[in-house]
């Protein structure tokens, strides 16, 4: 049996042959539209947790400087 050219194809065959689609990039827009919302409210969640966490972190300091003061003037007295 003599080996010829298969002729199949399969996806990856087919992705350098899109060149520019209308119809790729109006799918593609109408993705980053339908997402922008969820992806700009889960960044702005991100920031919020991480400006909370900065806060906590300070106040925690704070006590537990205030703590180690208040042990120290104990046991000094």
Known sequence: MEDTASTTTSIDDKTDDCGDSPTRDALAEGLMELL????????DHVRLTL??????????????EGTSESIASEYSS
């Open 51 to 64: 400006i909370s966490q900065k806060e906590l972190r300070q106040q925690i300091e704070s006590l537990s």
């Open 36 to 43: 922008r919302p969820s992806v700009e409210q889960l960044d």
